[in-house]
């Protein structure tokens, strides 16, 4: 098992609707959970950031972290075409242990 | 201001044949990472500098792959005898402080194939 998995997509939602990217993870001393938006041809950047478990929002943006379900989720409110992207999930047990990817899932939010 | 840059944008080369990669950190960023994207997969770290501390390497696939960076400045990640399984982007980030969970800022990447 990967130590983490996340559907590659695509997916595609029309714009306006809520949109749901998910993450699971094996690795039980993950604490630190990061949510990444890559641009076509461009380098990925943060986009949340989470501690532990619980909810952050940052406008139209929440960040979910379920640590008993090895589980985390971003959610999308109102989505618009510029949020069609590549999201990535990343996660470390330490602030200093090297951060691991998920593969990321393609969103293509119809105008 | 001006953001990570990594030079070429793309380069094509042949099997067998070294290639350099060079990035430009946010000026002031003590941390320097690099990381290779391929095709479908999550980023792959590759080494990280951190101020004059010894690089950690453990991420490098094999000795055919080696990094330097001057300073805290400029660093370049040479691919010798490169093969077909190279091919990939390599993004460089740079950080202020240099944790791993600390935000860091990516380069657009260099997409690198190896025919």
């Known amino acids: 098992q990967k130590e983490v998995e996340q559907d590659p997509g695509p997916l595609s939602v029309p714009e306006g609707a809520i949109v749901s990217l998910n993450c699971t993870y094996s690795?039980?001393?993950?604490?630190?959970f990061m949510w990444y938006r890559q641009y076509s041809r461009k380098g990925p950047e943060l986009l949340m950031y989470t501690y532990s478990s619980g909810n952050k929002e940052d406008g139209r943006f929440t960040a979910q972290v379920d640590k008993s379900s090895k589980y985390i989720s971003l959610f999308i409110r109102d989505s618009q075409p510029s949020d069609s992207a590549t999201y990535l999930c990343?996660?470390?047990?330490?602030?200093?242990?090297?951060?691991?990817f998920g593969k990321g899932t393609r969103l293509h939010i119809l105008p | 201001g001006a953001g990570v840059s990594q030079s070429p944008s793309n380069k094509v080369t042949e099997k067998g044949k070294d290639v350099e990669l060079r990035c430009d950190p946010i000026?002031?960023?003590?941390?320097l990472y690099w990381y290779r994207q391929r095709l479908g997969q999550g980023l792959e770290f590759l080494i990280y500098f951190q101020g004059n501390s010894a690089p950690d390497k453990s991420g490098l696939p094999s000795d055919r792959f080696s990094a330097e960076r001057t300073g805290e400045s400029v660093s370049t990640l040479t691919i010798q005898r490169t093969q077909q399984e190279d091919s990939a982007v390599y993004l460089c980030a740079s950080s202020l402080q240099g944790r791993f969970v600390e935000t860091q800022y990516f380069g657009p990447g260099t997409r690198l194939l190896v025919l």
């Open positions: 990343a996660m470390s047990a330490n602030r200093d242990d090297k951060i691991i």
């Open positions: 690795n039980s001393a993950f604490q630190y």
């Open positions: 000026s002031g960023h003590t941390a």
